[in-house]
């Protein structure tokens, strides 16, 4: 029977980006980025300890570290215990843990019904 591998890219606590990511596949961040960030139709999670500046289009974003920019497209967006977020968000639903932070605008559209 053949293996069943999860494909996605991680880079690691000890990575530090400036410049435009583009993934086809689920992306953890784990170190620190600054630029842009495209994985539209797929999940963005940013590690706890994982420090990001940038402007993200993700159709999930799972946020147990830093992050500051403006999200767009989001279908949802969980900001964890302990996380930090700064900047604008324009998405359909978000998840705000016990000990999470926040500060900016929240536009949370809707599908037509």
Same mark, same amino acid.
């Given at each position: 029977?053949?293996?069943? #591998? @999860?494909?996605?890219?991680?880079?690691?606590?000890?990575?530090?980006?400036? %410049?435009?990511?583009? *993934?086809?596949?689920?992306?953890?961040?784990?170190?620190?980025?600054?630029?842009?960030?495209?994985? *539209?139709?797929?999940?963005?999670?940013?590690?706890? %300890? !994982? @420090?990001?500046?940038? *402007?993200?289009?993700?159709?999930?974003?799972?946020?147990? !570290? *830093?992050?500051? !920019? @403006?999200?767009? %497209?989001?279908? &949802?967006?969980?900001?964890?215990? !302990?996380?930090?977020?700064? %900047?604008? &968000?324009?998405?359909?639903? &978000? #998840?705000?843990?016990?000990?999470?932070?926040?500060?900016?605008?929240?536009?949370?559209?809707?599908?037509?019904?």
């Amino acid at each position: 029977m053949p293996e069943i #591998v @999860n494909e996605y890219a991680v880079l690691g606590h000890q990575v530090a980006i400036l %410049g435009d990511i583009r *993934s086809c596949e689920p992306l953890t961040i784990e170190g620190d980025l600054e630029g842009t960030i495209d994985v *539209s139709g797929h999940r963005l999670t940013v590690a706890a %300890g !994982g @420090n990001v500046r940038a *402007s993200v289009k993700a159709k999930e974003i799972d946020l147990h !570290g *830093s992050l500051e !920019g @403006n999200v767009e %497209g989001a279908d &949802i967006i969980y900001i964890r215990a !302990g996380a930090q977020f700064l %900047g604008d &968000i324009r998405a359909h639903g &978000i #998840v705000i843990e016990e000990g999470g932070f926040i500060q900016g605008n929240v536009d949370l559209s809707r599908s037509a019904v």
